[in-house]
């Protein structure tokens, strides 16, 4: 996605122009342009001048995000020019140097005729030079907010009004209507017609002229600081990342600015410092707050081989590091990235706003015009009947339809980033909390994905520390991940000085399929199955039911024996993230359900699910399966898929919205619309809650829009004078527009407090399926274990013949698992489907 930063832009009818305007560039396949944060996305072949010339052309400017910066490369120029409140300390300055006119223009219209305020003697009685001095003082204050008439009649000439060109042509009514009853005026003067002269001197509208726009720049400037303060999370994230970095280059230290820093560069970072890029440890040991990328406020220790990322602080010990990720490929700066995209894109539910601004403003101009010549035709004075069409122009509010979305979206996603969660896209972060169904991955998404040891089980006259030392000894040597689990165990519990007195195992073999073998001090050690250790040992029927048990938990036995003695039983297991369980039964009682996937067997499967409390388990499914299964799981609700390897892109491309595991890998990241940047399942649900909090906030802000403007028009049109004798002053038709913009970005803002974290006031959405009818459906599943299959043609020959059986909607069939997963419309007897495949000469060993 190419970014623009669009200048000129006052309200949502100005950026859906924009927007029309592009998107008819030969080339382009998608537009969106953001009214919070004055920046547009583009996709497709269209080039950066065409785009630029259709903006222009539209009566705005463009130019590339970040194009200064080109030259050093850096990132931390576009980040900063995302940032960057340039609004604020300009409205600042018109505001002030308005109102040093506009107050003693006030003081002459409403201060010395209403309360009879004294004026100089030159002035006292003379009316036509209190003309004169009101038409100069509001002359200055426009002169001062000229912006609002060359955008506004700019806009007004391309066919494209905006919320400027309301406030101008208000403005201008109520000057040139002033104007002319100043001239009417003198020519009363001249003709000593004093009554008239009277008469005229209330007809003045030069105070309205200038204090409308005065206070729709108080309102912009409102709006302009609320609209900086949604950007808070990622500032003081900016603030953190250091300017520059000390390099180690033949042997002396070098401190250098960050845009010169290269791939493979050695830095050191002492205690206390910010970390400039992502790298990898090469010497010394620390403990590293990460707060500011993941939210999580317990520093990670990290030792040589450890990666360590930009932005984040050295707390403690010396770091010797090579950098890794440098410039715009940093965390750091994907993260902003990730946010400045999503600002650039829109929400769906942003559409609605923007279909009705874009009519809108000549909506209402219509409406003011039409008020202005029904109240001449009812009788009323050509001043009454001016300031009931100038405010109807001026209340009138689409800057509020126009930032009720992107304002929310802003300030959840920040809010989204500073606990670690990415959402890529404003679709993403609306859609999040829409989803019915959850499918998670097992291994490093349920599980932490490193197989941890469970249980030891001594044979009798053997101690726990006996068994382990001696598996130690022998899995050292070994790369199995099961072996990595024992060795991780005894390493954590037995100090290096003392792991270094043990023998080393000679003779060292693994028997695939079964386990290792060696000897140890000339004794003959074995480790492995059931089935292997069993032809050396006897192993007692007791330790072979503790074994099964341990298999029916999902953990793996592994038996040891020494000399043709038996030993004793370890248990490794992949254990589920403490965090695991909470999270889903939270998402339960969401009103989701919970599926869980995974290509290991039914049996640890099961187990697994089981201890994490899913609804449905689905086993023994590779990467294509696991597509397949989200495919299926997509007629039954909305899907997100949860996961963290590359056997899980698929799946998360599919599914309705994919949510990567920030420990995993780049094409999990990649494939994903939600990044967890924690790897904690509890941010699932959490993400979830933030989306529904959005979504509401945006709903809430759409309402106060429309009602503001479904009250206040007709307020301002006087359509209650003849009944009440209700009637709008210009002035506070300003005032109160200005205020709706200030309210919808302030409702904005309390997304800040919204503890996304607490479970306690979770509800239930409820769908168009109900979701125990939906459960019934899911788990009608049978998984075939079949042998002989060898390729794909045996494949597409078992799902063709499966899916011809009546009862059945569809089978996943994969020849490399040896497995056909069934999904049943309808109860089918596993000897149907058992028949039917072994009649194609494929033998079928089991259905669960």
Known sequence: MEQYTVTGMSCAACSSRVEKAVSKVPGVTSCSVSLLTNSMGVEGTATS?????????AGYGASLKGAANEKTGSAAGNNDDFLKDRDTPVLKRRLIASLCFLIPLMYLSMGHMMWNWPLPGFMADNHVAMGLAQLLLTTIVMVINQKFFISGFKGLIHKAPNMDTLVALGSTASYGYSVYALFAMTDAQMRMDMDAVMSYMHEFYFES?????????VGKMLEARSKGKTTDALKSLMKLAPKTAVLLRDGKEETVSIEQMKKGDIFIVKPGENIPVDGIVLEGNSAVNEAALTGESIPVDKAPN????AATVNQSGFLKCEASRVGEDTTLSQIIQMVSDAAATKAPIAKIA???????VPTVITIAVITIVVWLLAGQSVGFALARGISVLVISCPCALGLATPVAIMVGNGMGAKNGIMFKTAVSLEETGKMEIVALDKTGTITS??????DILPANGISESELLVLAYILEKKSEHPLAKAITGRVESEVEQSEREKLTEVSDFQAV???GLSGKIDGAEVLGGNLKYIGQYSEVSEEMKRQAEHLSEQGKTPLFFSQNGTFMGIIAVADVIKEDSPRAVKELQNMGIHVVMLTGDNERTAKAIGAQAGVDEVIAGVLPEGKESVIRRLKTKGKVAMVGDGINDAPALTRADMGIAIGAGTDIAIDAADVVLMKSRLSDVPAAIRMSRATLRNIHENLFWAFFYNVIGIPLAAGIWYPLFGLKLNPMFGAAAMSLSSFCVVTNALRLNLFKMYDASKDKKIKHKKESKKKQEESTMTKTMKIEGMMCGHCEARV???????DGVKEAVVSHEAGTAIVTLEKEVADEVLKNAVEAQDYPVKGIE
Do not use: H, Y
């Not at 001048?49 to 052309?57: D, L, R, T």
């Not at 002229?209 to 720049?217: F, G, P, R, S, V």
């Open 49 to 57: 001048a065409q785009i630029i010339e259709a903006v222009e052309n």
């Open 209 to 217: 002229a200038a204090m409308i726009l005065t206070l729709i720049t």
């Open 306 to 309: 450890d990666t360590v990322s």
């Open 354 to 360: 923007d279909r009705v601004s874009g009519v809108f």
């Open 449 to 454: 994905g490193e197989p941890q040891v469970t």
């Open 512 to 514: 695939p399929g079964n």
């Open 799 to 805: 799902k063709k013949t499966l899916e011809a059986i």
